[in-house]
Structure formats: structure tokens, C-alpha cells
């Protein structure tokens, strides 16, 4: 049968002016073939369903490698991404829904020149002021520990202005609101990261909610953009190791893939790094977090998207866009329109976030023992050097340890699993076997990085008997440059029959 020249010049035509139309209106993106191959292709969740090569005239795929390849220049127009069935481009699902966005600052001149645009700050003091609100739950510094987080119960504006500034650590709020309803309070404003705020919505909406029932507390939810949180115990005294003087510190923003620390709220900052090179102390439940803006709040509040000493403010209910607008009509902050430029910003930065459901996976790494690259001394007298270690805080446990024994091998298998939540660096295990006073088959190794909640297993081979039994005692010690020993224990094995 003869094609007709027509039909397949219509069809071309229809599909250019397709593909035109697409392209013109993903330009300005930052999606890409790229991005396709970073977050989707090379984290090994790609569905080989070939969208992307069919859509995009440069793509084609490769049977072989079984993943799409160029064969022309990438225009960087978004083509592919956007029609991949795993990438997240919906506005709805990557920061949820609202009725109304701003940029905001506040017009207050107490909390001009503090973190942002002050907008929450100044939202809390009109509430109070109007007396909308009894109480607010918030996070404050502690004062005996400096920059680690309170949560807090306040009942005025002038420990609302006190309590202004962001702790970028998790904070047990939500303890806090339940405080306030024991003792009565009956109109409270709830200010928390996605994580605290997603807790209080279900408490209150879902069937087995706390407060679902509990219908004399009215709770007015402010949610705050968050990125990552940090654990204090881990980053702190990195700060501190790198010269940060903690009690000086005024105030910590993160701005432009940076993070700030501040000695003076109007001056430059003391000392910056890059997210990157935090990234290891990260609170492992960031890695599965999905929500950037707070996306159950009845008001959102970052400062993604709005400049600088300005804040990003979406209403996501009637009452939230009542609050701001009244609030900005009796002069408590100043408000504008928000426009396709400021949130394009937070739908990358969102777009990012929303791809770490993807990540949820452990790391196993296997140790293979190489006993002449590991030996050592029988008995080791040198004690260990105390100059640089950090305490650990109170009983916290770095390391799960479990075992088993492979008896055709007469071999122990010891699995040892980060529990600490955040990067362990320069690991050293040392594994011996134990009589009475003395030690054997001493084996020694370093894991450069144990990332939280990653296991480690070591085969370690045991001592046979000359009537083929087992009957070694195993001692397991773990330590790091930065903490010392983390984990000491003797396995006392009972005699097994060696098979």
C-alpha cells in the first residue's frame, strides 16, 4: 500500500507544529535531557517505556543500554522531561494548593533586619494584637545551649519579636501545642516545618486524629518552607571546630545554595559554605521529605522566589488570605502581587524535593577480609588519643550491631548498622578474637563514610578446636577520629559443631 504524501506532510506538520508549540512554551525551564538523566535515568527508576526518544527528535533509544541517547544537540526546551511518567511537573503536586501568593516584609520596626522578610513575626504580632490568638507554639534558642531549639508556648507579641529567627533543626512542637491545650488555650497559631505541620493536619483530620474530636481548640497552621534540617549534635560542633563562636552567632539564613552565619544582623556574614558541604550532616528523614512549602498549612512562608528581605506567603485557605490581607491593611506587613518569575523559583526548588521519594533505598557495603593487608600486633598497649575527640551526647547509639554464624565456614557474620541519623566519617573497625587475656586474628579496617542507616558486613572467620568445635569469643570495636570509641562488645559464642 503507497503512503499518501499528503496525509504524512499533515501529520509531520501537526506533530512540528506540536513539538513548536511545547518548546516555546517550556522555554526559560531549567528541565533538560540532563536533568531526564540525573534524576531519573541514573538513579535507576526509569520505566524503559521510551517516551522520552519519542517525543524529541534528538533522542532516540538504545535497546542495548536500554536508556534513551542523543543524536543531535539538546536544546535544553524540557521536552523530554516533562512528558516522562516519573518526573513530578504538575505546579498542583510539586507545592500543593492555594488561593492567593505574595511577597511579603514586614512593616513593623522591631523585626525589620531580622531573618528574611519577618513576615511570620509580624503575622504572630497582629494576631495577637487583634486578639485572633491566646497562644502561638514556636520554636526560640535555648539560652543554656546555644542554637539548639525550644519549642515554646507564647502569649504575646513581645515574645513573638524574641522568638524571631530561623533554627535549622528539628524541634519538638507539637509536644508544645498539646501544653497549651491542656492548659486551656483555645485559639493558637502553629508555626512549623512541613514535617510538624503534615503531623498536626492528620491530628486533626484524619479518623484516628487526636484533635479531630477535640473541637473547642481552633488551630491556625503557618507553615515554613524547609529544604533540610541539621542535626545539632553533628553540625555544631563542626561550626565550632571551624572557629564559629556559637554565642555570637546572631543569626543563620540559607540563601543561594548557601548557608549563612551571621555575628551582626546588618553585616556580612562571619562564615558561608555550600549545602553541599553540609550535606552530611542532614537529618536522614530529609532524604525522603517531599514537601518544600508546607503544603497542609493554612499559610506557607519561605523566602524561595522573593528577594532579598522579602518573603514568599501563600494562602491556602479563606482564613489564610483573610490574616495576610487584613494584616497587611493595618500596616503590620506590606504585600504584592506575586508573578510567574517568583514562582517558577519555587517550583524548581520544590521540583528537587519532590524527587527524593526516589531515593529511599539502603546502601549495603560488603567487606571482604584480606588478612595480610590487616595484620597486626597480637596485643596492642597504645592508648587512644583523646585530643580532638568530640563526647558524644548522653546515651546516643551510633551503631546497630547484629550477628549469626555460618557454620559450614565456621565463619561469624557481624552486621553493623549506622543508628546515630547522620554521616559517621573515618570509621575504624577492629575485630579479635578473645582468650582469657589474650587476642588473635586482630582484623582492622576503615569505612571512610557510613551514611545513616547503612549497614556494614564483615565475615570474620572463627577458630576451630581440634575435636571440630567452635569455640571462639569475639570482641567488636568501633570508633571515629571525631568521637572516639562508639561501640565495644565481646560475642561469647557458644560451642558449635563445626559442619
Known amino acids: 500500500m503507497t503512503e499518501n504524501p499528503a496525509e504524512a506532510k499533515s501529520e509531520s506538520s501537526q506533530y512540528d507544529y506540536s513539538?513548536?508549540?511545547?518548546?516555546?512554551?517550556?522555554?526559560?525551564?531549567?528541565?533538560?535531557?540532563?536533568?531526564?538523566?540525573?534524576?531519573?535515568?541514573?538513579?535507576?527508576?526509569?520505566?524503559?517505556?521510551?517516551?522520552?526518544?519519542?517525543?524529541c527528535p534528538v533522542l532516540e533509544w538504545d535497546h542495548l543500554a536500554g536508556q534513551p541517547k542523543l543524536i543531535g544537540k539538546c536544546t535544553g526546551c524540557g521536552i523530554c522531561y516533562n512528558?516522562?511518567?516519573?518526573?513530578?511537573?504538575?505546579?498542583?503536586?510539586?507545592?500543593?494548593?492555594?488561593?492567593?501568593?505574595?511577597?511579603?516584609?514586614?512593616?513593623?520596626?522591631?523585626?525589620?533586619?531580622?531573618?528574611?522578610?519577618?513576615?511570620?513575626?509580624?503575622?504572630?504580632?497582629?494576631?495577637?494584637?487583634?486578639?485572633?490568638?491566646?497562644?502561638?507554639?514556636?520554636?526560640?534558642?535555648?539560652?543554656?545551649?546555644?542554637?539548639?531549639?525550644?519549642?515554646?508556648?507564647?502569649?504575646?507579641?513581645?515574645?513573638?519579636?524574641?522568638?524571631?529567627?530561623?533554627?535549622?533543626?528539628?524541634?519538638?512542637?507539637?509536644e508544645a501545642l498539646m501544653d497549651a491545650i491542656r492548659e486551656g488555650y483555645r485559639s493558637i497559631a502553629f508555626v512549623g516545618t512541613p514535617c510538624n505541620i503534615d503531623a498536626v493536619d492528620k491530628m486533626t483530620s484524619s479518623p484516628a486524629g487526636m484533635l479531630k474530636y477535640f473541637m473547642r481548640a481552633h488551630i491556625l497552621k503557618i507553615g515554613l518552607f524547609c529544604m533540610d534540617s541539621f542535626s545539632p549534635e553533628a553540625i555544631y560542633p563542626f561550626f565550632e571546630q571551624d572557629g564559629i563562636d556559637l554565642t555570637k552567632v546572631v543569626k543563620m539564613d540559607i540563601n543561594k545554595g548557601k548557608f549563612h552565619i551571621y555575628y551582626d544582623y546588618d553585616g556580612e556574614p562571619v562564615k558561608s559554605y555550600t549545602i553541599k558541604e553540609l550535606d552530611k550532616f542532614k537529618s536522614s528523614s530529609c532524604n525522603f521529605c517531599t514537601d518544600l512549602t508546607a503544603e497542609n498549612a493554612d499559610i506557607s512562608i519561605g523566602s524561595v522566589g522573593s528577594g532579598p528581605k522579602k518573603n514568599t506567603a501563600f494562602a491556602r485557605t479563606g482564613i489564610g488570605a483573610e490574616i495576610i490581607e487584613d494584616a497587611a491593611k493595618k500596616g503590620y506587613i506590606k504585600i504584592e502581587p506575586y508573578n510567574a518569575i517568583n514562582l517558577n523559583a519555587v517550583l524548581f526548588l520544590a521540583k528537587l524535593k519532590k524527587v527524593s521519594q526516589y531515593n529511599i533505598q539502603k546502601r549495603k557495603v560488603f567487606i571482604v577480609q584480606d588478612s595480610k593487608e590487616h595484620e597486626e600486633p597480637k596485643v596492642e598497649t597504645k592508648p587512644e588519643a583523646e585530643e580532638g575527640i568530640v563526647k558524644p551526647?548522653?546515651?546516643?547509639?551510633?551503631?546497630?550491631?547484629?550477628?549469626?554464624?555460618?557454620?559450614?565456614?565456621?565463619?561469624?557474620?557481624?552486621?553493623?548498622?549506622?543508628?546515630?541519623?547522620?554521616?559517621?566519617?573515618?570509621?575504624?573497625?577492629?575485630?579479635?578474637?578473645?582468650?582469657?587475656?589474650?587476642?588473635?586474628?586482630?582484623?582492622?579496617?576503615?569505612?571512610?563514610?557510613?551514611?545513616?542507616?547503612?549497614?556494614?558486613?564483615?565475615?570474620?572467620?572463627?577458630?576451630?578446636?581440634?575435636?571440630?568445635?567452635?569455640?571462639?569469643?569475639?570482641?567488636?570495636?568501633?570508633?571515629?577520629?571525631?568521637?572516639?570509641?562508639?561501640?565495644?562488645?565481646?560475642?561469647?559464642?557458644?560451642?558449635?559443631?563445626?559442619?
Open 19 to 55: 513539538f513548536d508549540y511545547i518548546q516555546k512554551k517550556l522555554e526559560g525551564k531549567k528541565d533538560s535531557f540532563g536533568m531526564l538523566m540525573k534524576e531519573i535515568i541514573r538513579a535507576g527508576i526509569c520505566t524503559e517505556c521510551g517516551t522520552c526518544a519519542a517525543v
Open 393 to 499: 551526647l548522653g546515651s546516643r547509639k551510633f551503631l546497630s550491631v547484629s550477628k549469626s554464624i555460618k557454620e559450614e565456614d565456621a565463619v561469624l557474620n557481624i552486621s553493623l548498622t549506622n543508628s546515630v541519623g547522620y554521616l559517621l566519617e573515618d570509621l575504624k573497625i577492629r575485630i579479635v578474637i578473645v582468650e582469657e587475656l589474650f587476642e588473635k586474628k586482630p582484623w582492622i579496617t576503615t569505612i571512610r563514610e557510613l551514611f545513616p542507616y547503612e549497614t556494614i558486613e564483615i565475615g570474620y572467620p572463627l577458630e576451630t578446636g581440634t575435636d571440630g568445635i567452635v569455640y571462639s569469643n569475639v570482641l567488636v570495636e568501633a570508633s571515629t577520629k571525631k568521637y572516639g570509641k562508639i561501640f565495644s562488645r565481646t560475642f561469647k559464642l557458644a560451642p558449635q559443631e563445626e559442619k
Open 83 to 174: 512528558q516522562c511518567p516519573r518526573t513530578i511537573t504538575d505546579p498542583i503536586q510539586l507545592m500543593g494548593e492555594f488561593k492567593t501568593g505574595y511577597v511579603s516584609n514586614t512593616n513593623i520596626p522591631e523585626v525589620i533586619g531580622a531573618q528574611d522578610g519577618g513576615t511570620v513575626t509580624s503575622l504572630l504580632s497582629y494576631l495577637f494584637d487583634e486578639h485572633l490568638i491566646d497562644a502561638a507554639i514556636v520554636s526560640m534558642k535555648d539560652p543554656k545551649n546555644p542554637w539548639h531549639p525550644v519549642a515554646q508556648i507564647i502569649t504575646n507579641k513581645d515574645d513573638a519579636i524574641k522568638a524571631a529567627g530561623s533554627i535549622y533543626s528539628h524541634s519538638q512542637t507539637v
